[in-house]
């Protein structure tokens, strides 16, 4: 069983930065790989960022060159840098830890970027 913990939302003006934090329980953090997802009012949840237990990351087209994700396996926690935000990141921004068949997921954390 793995519990997650996100932190970091906020408001920023459209250009700004926010870094979220997921902090994961337990000892065998390292084996998941982790990702962020969101998702936006009326819109379906969808992948924004992921990273291999081996280090590798994939990013959504819309978030390309703009957002970093990052993991610290020593202290268990997964990063979402996110610079240049736009409007149409505000969005409630989902931790995800998977491996295989399993996944566990935060309760999420809010992010409004507006003027």
């Known amino acids: 069983q793995v519990q997650l913990v996100e932190s970091g939302g906020g408001l920023v003006q459209p250009g700004g930065s926010l870094r979220l934090s997921c902090a994961a329980s337990?000892?065998?953090?390292?084996?998941?790989?982790m990702a962020w997802y969101r998702q936006a009012p009326g819109k379906e949840r969808e992948l924004v960022a992921r990273i291999t237990n081996g280090g590798s990351t994939t990013y959504a087209d819309s978030v390309k060159g703009r957002f970093t994700i990052s993991r610290d396996n020593a202290k268990n926690t997964v990063y979402l840098q996110m610079n240049s935000l736009k409007p149409e990141d505000t969005a409630v921004y989902y931790c995800?830890?998977?491996?295989?068949?399993?996944?566990?997921w935060g309760q999420g954390t809010q992010v409004t970027v507006s003027s």
């Open positions: 337990g000892s065998i953090f390292y084996i998941y790989a």
């Open positions: 995800n830890a998977g491996r295989a068949t399993i996944n566990y």
